[in-house]
């Protein structure tokens, strides 16, 4: 036996009660996991912005399209590195519900600008510059669908139509695009826009936005204002900010995610701190009595605190461990169905050492109160014998 | 009278205690010396002073004034932590209603003082089979207390007193839970720990025939021994 054995055998002296603890500890822990998951997922496009990188929308809304002539005045802008463009396309696989995240972009310049996360083997990307009616697609999507090099599409638009009057477009698919690392999405489908822009049927000469690489951050600012202010008075006004910045307003619309992320684990963890501190200190005012006998047998007041604190960790850890663990199979399950939403669902190490840190967090502030009181009390106290 | 300087020492100890407004002193300027291997019944009215003068013993209460040795060592000048190492060291406590972890078994229950020893989980092993063996319940090792007799339950609470060997055994009411023979059980152990290893007892009893197994009892009244006669 050690002190361990002693902790472990407190705790479920009364089994029940350990259990529901321990259960409604677990709960709120999943709760956690799966939302600080959302949260992540909704916030990585900020994780992963590169400091050098801006992007220009549409001043009213990022949803509101630029000239295309914009485009070579923005190139020419001391400071910028490189620029290239995209078109959101709205595109979807044989049935509106299978959602394609895909674009319409300007294929020699966009993996310039996107080069610190992609990777495409220049073959690929030559015969995608090649034949304007190509299509590059993330390893995610080609793995989703089961596509291979050469396979002709049919990617269908519900936003633009073709002149024709079809909605669909058919693209062969010139190569695959990988990640450079394991958290980067590679779930999209891009196509060129030169092939877009003269099929489709409305919104001629215009583009989504601009995509920006400045020779070095520190310019960033001096070169938003640059662009902002070049096209200040236009018809179509621009808004130029840092691409994390951007990412952070992108993620915005969704609602203060943070906040409700914040409020439902908040509200959990409060009421688990309730339950589980009142009924630690019941317990441990239950044992008054054994907490003298140990104290009488010669255990100290720090070694009777350590006790008491050991128990109400291992019991945080027990709930809140299987809490997570389970978060984690519910993330692996909804990841697929969520891809398109949320692609970087998933109960990250960062979020289990986050969980784990709260599990300890929780121990301490539930079991510190009655901690110090066995601590304090004194031996002839306990024993009834004052 | 022996020359030997004596297991306990208690000189001019005072103790009191506080009742709302009203100061009740226990002990005033009390002297006690107990020799080593000595077993002495304490006994006395309720309310004369006998549970606090064990825990005074025991380094369990603290002494208003005076001093108070045991084996030679000044134990009113020690601060918590060295009281507790001190009790753990030096000292086996029996209660009346023996006081054992309700979730341990009696063999963890016994174990429980050796915790706070470096000794190997092994040797902790060999001791407590030894302490168990010492009050008849080598074969009770995985019993717990819910599954054992009063009788049983203060045998183990003797095994735990004993198992990391100290000098000197406090008793409080050892018997005054159980029935006739399970208390003459109890205190023909505690008789053969004083008789055969030497233990110094002080067992506080009202009990006139389990006082009757001590070598003295010593009358407390008010604070102050007011009788001492050897045991029949």
């Known amino acids: 036996m050690n002190d361990f054995d002693l902790v472990r055998k407190n705790l479920f002296r009364r089994k029940l009660r350990a259990v529901l603890m321990i259960v409604s500890i677990l709960i709120a822990f999943m709760i956690f996991g799966v939302l600080a998951g959302f949260y992540r997922a909704f916030t990585a496009g900020e994780d992963r912005a590169a400091a050098d990188r801006m992007i220009t929308v549409n001043k009213i809304n990022f949803t509101q399209p630029l000239p295309i002539a914009y485009y070579n005045r923005v190139r020419a802008v001391e400071g910028v590195r490189q620029v290239t463009f995209a078109n959101w396309f709205g595109g979807y696989y044989q049935d509106p519900k299978n959602f394609l995240m895909s674009l319409a972009v300007e294929p020699t310049t966009y993996f310039d600008v996107y080069r610190s996360e992609f990777d495409v083997p220049p073959d690929q990307l030559q015969a995608f510059i090649r034949d304007r009616g190509s299509a590059l697609i993330g390893e995610s999507l080609a793995r989703k669908w089961g596509w291979k090099i050469g396979d002709r599409v049919p990617v269908a638009s519900n936003i633009f139509s073709q002149k024709s009057g079809g909605h669909t477009w058919d693209l062969t698919i010139a190569g695959i695009v990988k990640g450079k690392a394991d958290h980067i999405d590679t779930n999209f489908l891009l196509f060129q826009y030169a092939y877009f822009d003269e099929t489709r049927s409305f919104g001629k000469d215009t583009i989504g936005w601009m995509i920006l690489q400045t020779t070095s951050p520190e310019n960033n600012d001096r070169v938003a204002k640059t662009i902002d202010a070049m096209f200040a008075n236009s018809t179509a006004e621009t808004s130029t900010d840092t691409e994390k910045a951007f990412g952070k307003a992108f993620a915005a619309q969704f609602g203060n995610i943070a906040l409700i992320v914040l409020l439902v684990v908040g509200a959990a963890f409060v009421t688990i701190l309730m339950i589980v501190g009142n009924t630690m200190a019941l317990s441990i005012r239950e044992r008054t009595r054994e907490i003298g006998v140990l104290k009488t047998l010669g255990f100290s007041g720090p070694r009777i605190l350590g006790l008491v604190l050991g128990e109400s960790i291992l019991l945080a850890l027990l709930g809140g461990l299987p809490g997570l663990a389970i978060a984690a199979l519910i993330a692996m399950a909804l990841r697929a169905s969520l891809a398109n939403v949320a692609p970087a669902f998933a109960l990250s190490p960062v979020i289990a050492l986050e969980g784990v840190a709260l599990m300890i967090a929780l121990g301490l502030i539930t079991g510190i109160i009655p901690a110090v009181n066995a601590m304090r009390l004194k031996i002839a106290t306990a024993l009834g014998r004052g | ?232």
Request: net charge neutral; glycine share 10%; aromatic share 4%.
């Open chain 2, 1 to 232: 009278m022996t020359t030997e300087s004596p297991m306990v020492r208690l000189t001019g100890v005072s103790k009191r205690f506080t009742k709302g407004k009203e100061t009740i002193s226990i002990f005033d300027h009390l002297d006690l010396a107990i020799p080593g291997g000595d077993f002495i019944a304490v006994m006395g009215p309720s309310g004369s002073g006998k549970t606090t003068l064990l825990n005074l013993l025991g380094g369990i209460d603290r002494a208003d004034g005076g001093e108070i040795a045991v084996a030679d060592r000044r134990i009113d000048g020690l601060s918590e932590g060295e009281l507790a190492t001190w009790r753990a060291a030096n000292i086996g406590f029996i209660f009346q209603f023996y006081n054992l972890m309700p979730m341990l078994t009696a063999a963890q229950n016994v174990e429980l003082p050796l915790l706070l020893t470096r000794l190997r989980s092994k040797e902790r092993a060999s001791r407590v089979q030894t302490a168990l063996s010492v009050v008849g319940l080598a074969d009770r090792v995985k019993h717990r207390p819910r599954e054992m007799s009063g009788g049983q339950q203060q045998r183990v609470a003797i095994a735990r007193a004993i198992v990391s060997d100290p000098n000197l055994l406090l008793c409080d009411e050892p018997t005054g839970d159980l029935d006739r023979h399970s208390a003459d059980e109890i205190l023909s152990i505690l008789q053969l720990l004083n008789g055969e290893l030497g233990k110094t007892i002080v067992m506080v009893t009202h009990d006139p025939a389990a006082a009757n197994y001590a070598k003295r009892i010593l009358h407390l009244d008010k604070g102050r021994f007011v009788e001492r006669e050897l045991a029949a």
